[in-house]
């Protein structure tokens, strides 16, 4: 075995060019860094320091957390419904506020404004409303000097309220509602109110309609008096839209002084809900 | 590439120093120049990205042929193919076995018995190191040799 010539394969060389491949490879690699055990070491004493100031200082100042998502957006939604009530009582507590001094002044410039109709001729009372109508329609906000009155859509479903126009309340039912919510309902300021109802009632077309008919449920006016040209939607709260309804004079409809009960219905005829309006 | 160091040396000594026994290694288990390249390569580049740190340069040459096997394992089980045996193929043709009288590691022997064979007579490992590099008992080693020179012996006669 001795005699088999292994010194040849011995001798054997492999060539440069396998060698000079290889370097030439690793010289377009990047060698894996080599990690350092003081960085290492520094890097976990730092950052446990860090945890420990953020238990020590840290953990007292932060406030729980709710703990699963869905939660958290039912709070959201209820913190928001409550702020946007709290808003809207608080606005109207102001409206009720400013309504006993602008009281004085609306009686002031109703007298004044009967001392002038008695001076003038009939004529003068339109040139008045396209006035009065440009400044609603430029100012789509809440008026200082109205009062909102409770909308009674609330107790009115879908199920009991007819929904053609012919199936209007009758008389004597509405005779009976003006009886007992007369009281809530009059706007002691008088013709401007705010009504408050569901979006889903504005079906088709989105605009809202009113008759508005007297004590004896007499109709008074085109029933397609306001349209939503005429409301200013102020306030959208959920599941509720509150609606200013503008004064009648606004749309050129001059009332007597008196009770009257504004019927409002959407496109399709279907009763939204009525107010008691009381113009003095 | 330069300031790495593999047990005293830089990568470039390395491939330049043990070039030889990676090579071999390669060729004989894959008998193939083509795939002895890509393995020959694959060992070296795995010694520069891995930088495993070895003591000595005997454990750095264990580690590459170590490696150098495991490499042809791998390539062989990926390609599946079967090992070219045939004298006449265009890479065996190219390859100067005769010049180096390889072609009993080549072809005559089988695979078990070529590496041991090759590591005892031409790298001048002892058996227990043998043994330690392919992972096998010093037993084994021993009775793969006895039999490799049988073998050699029934083939080249008296001169073996």
């Known amino acids: ?280 | 590439m330069g300031d790495e160091n593999f047990a005293g040396l830089t990568f470039e000594q390395v491939v330049r120093k043990y070039k030889n026994t990676v090579g071999l290694v390669c060729i004989m288990r894959l008998k193939n120049q083509t795939d002895a390249d890509d393995c020959f390569q694959n060992t070296f580049l795995r010694l520069y990205k891995k930088s495993p740190k070895l003591e000595s340069e005997e454990h750095l040459k264990a580690w590459l042929i170590r490696v150098a096997i495991n490499e042809c394992n791998r390539f062989m089980r990926k390609n599946r193919k079967e090992v070219l045996l045939d004298k006449n193929s265009d890479d065996i043709v190219n390859f100067p076995y005769e010049e180096c009288d390889l072609s009993w590691a080549l072809f005559e022997l089988n695979d078990k018995y070529r590496e041991v064979m090759y590591l005892y007579y031409c790298e001048n490992y002892k058996v227990n190191e043998i043994a330690k590099i392919l992972k096998k008992p010093p037993n084994t080693i021993k009775t793969l040799l006895m039999r490799g020179r049988e073998k050699l012996r029934s083939i080249y006669g008296g001169e073996c």
């Open chain 1, 1 to 280: 075995m001795n005699d088999f010539n292994f010194d040849k394969m011995k001798s054997f060389d492999i060539s440069d060019e396998w060698a000079d491949r290889v370097l030439s490879t690793a010289s377009k690699i990047k060698p894996r860094p080599k990690y350092n055990a003081k960085i290492i070491a520094s890097c976990l004493c730092l950052t446990f320091v860090c945890m420990i100031s953020v238990l020590v200082f840290g953990f007292g100042k932060t406030q729980p957390q709710i703990p699963t998502a869905p939660k958290e957006t039912e709070t959201v939604i209820q913190t928001q419904e409550k702020s946007e009530n709290k808003a809207y009582k608080t606005v109207k507590k102001q409206e009720k506020s400013e309504v006993t001094q602008v009281k004085e002044t609306k009686n002031q410039e109703i007298s004044e404004s009967k001392q002038e109709e008695s001076t003038k001729k009939p004529t003068d009372k339109k040139e008045q409303k396209p006035t009065v109508l440009n400044n609603h329609t430029q100012k789509p906000v809440i008026k200082p000097t109205v009062k909102p009155v409770k909308p009674t859509n609330e107790t009115v479903s879908e199920e009991t309220q007819p929904s053609t126009e012919q199936s209007l309340p009758n008389k004597e039912e509405s005779t009976e509602e003006s009886k007992t919510d007369n009281e809530d309902l009059t706007s002691p300021t008088g013709s401007d109110c705010i009504v408050s109802f569901s979006p889903s009632y504005l079906v088709g077309d989105g605009k809202i309609y009113c008759r508005i008919k007297d004590v004896n449920d007499r109709p008074v006016g085109d029933r397609k008096l306001f349209s939503s040209e005429h409301l200013a939607r102020f306030y959208s709260g959920f599941g509720s839209v509150y609606y200013y309804i503008y004064s009648p004079q606004s749309v050129g409809l001059v009332l007597e002084p008196g009770t009257y009960r504004y019927y409002f219905y959407n496109e399709h005829g279907v009763p939204i809900t009525d107010v008691i309006v009381e113009i003095k």
